[in-house]
């Protein structure tokens, strides 16, 4: 059975990560969700702190998730979300959409407003993006790391070195992943 996990807004919001993720989705790694809440979230986020985006870029985006995830956009949790108790209840969504797909992850940079000790009643663990994706090179290493090639490979406007990609996805927060990829450069 493959992991399932939901992507927060936070994590989608960076578009290398999101890029990064998506990449492990393809290679079949794990299985992401989302809903048109949550993308609304990051693309408004993004287009509030980036005056230099504008929203056609970002529905082109959009359009693209849809196209290669089509299974991923999750509809029909809207009920649940007012019977959660979350610290922030503008969070109450996104768990919402775990419970309705089934999710095993919520990941998200914002641990505190998932505490694991609300979310166990669910079966749903909340993890960062670096704890995550270290949980992934665990279950499948060789094809996290053909994920991972793939996706510096597909990078070229600018194309990226190996260190630069690492350095790259570093900034994003992924140093654990990134101490496991330094020993595999050879093959990324």
């Known amino acids: 059975m493959m992991i399932s996990a939901v992507l927060d807004a ?51 985006t959009r359009r693209e998730m849809n196209f290669h995830f089509p ?32 999710a095993e992850y ?21 993890l960062s993006p670096d704890e995550f994706a270290v949980r992934l090179v665990r279950t499948a290493p060789n094809v996290v790391l053909e994920s991972v090639r793939n996706h510096r490979l597909s990078l070229i406007c600018p194309p990226k070195t190996v260190d630069e990609y690492l350095a790259t996805l570093e900034k994003q927060g992924l140093t654990k992943t990134v101490a496991f990829l330094r020993k595999h450069e050879a093959e990324i």
């Open 106 to 126: 919520i990941i998200t940079f914002n641990l505190i407003d998932f505490p694991n000790k609300i979310l166990q009643f669910y079966n749903i663990e909340s």
């Open 10 to 60: 936070c994590v989608l919001y960076l578009a290398t990560l999101r890029d990064f993720l998506l990449r492990l989705a393809e290679g079949k790694v794990f299985r992401p969700f989302w809903s048109e809440e949550i993308r609304n979230e990051w693309i408004d986020n993004l287009l509030y702190k980036r005056s230099d985006l504008r929203r056609k870029q970002l529905e082109r």
């Open 71 to 102: 299974d991923s956009l999750v509809h029909g949790y809207e009920s649940i979300i007012l019977t959660l108790h979350l610290p922030d209840p503008k969070d109450r969504h996104v768990l919402a959409v775990a419970i309705h797909a089934k």
